[in-house]
Nanobody
Framework: VQLQASGGGMVQTGGSLRLSCRVS????????VGWFRQAPGKEREGVSC????????NYAGAVKGRFTAAGDNAEDTVYLQMNNLTVDDTAIYYC?????????????????????????WGQGTQVTVSS
């Protein structure tokens, strides 16, 4: 199983980026792809999740309304459109999949599924937002 994240870069506050995550060796149908980020000196945090086959998505409060997850099962690729970026969005962004992660809500509580539930991770792509 391999996940290839790409699309990061450097933008100014208010700018946009679209991240991509191509998954190979893992059939996405019915499974969630999670997006996470880790800023320097901070813990990894969940950002978003998508189950492409059901059109199910979920977002962290900090990005809701600004980030949009989408996907193409035929291409085994998911995307994270990030708009109105702020300096607080600066981080390395990772995508992940897991054999037990078939939804985007953790125990029906509305929260994102935590990272330890995922089995495979991409290498990360750097997003830097300057003021």
């Amino acid at each position: 199983v391999q996940l290839q994240a790409s699309g990061g870069g450097m933008v100014q506050t208010g700018g946009s980026l679209r991240l991509s995550c191509r998954v190979s060796g893992f059939a996405l149908d019915g499974y969630a792809v999670g997006w996470f980020r880790q800023a320097p000196g901070k813990e990894r945090e969940g950002v978003s999740c998508i189950v492409v086959s059901r059109g199910e998505t979920n977002y962290a409060g900090a990005v809701k309304g600004r980030f949009t997850a989408a996907g193409d099962n035929a291409e085994d690729t998911v995307y994270l459109q990030m708009n109105n970026l702020t300096v607080d969005d600066t981080a390395i962004y990772y995508c992940a999949v897991g054999f037990d992660v078939t939804g985007c809500e953790y125990v029906d509580g509305g929260d994102l599924v935590p990272g330890y539930e995922y089995d495979y991770w991409g290498q990360g792509t750097q997003v830097t937002v300057s003021s």
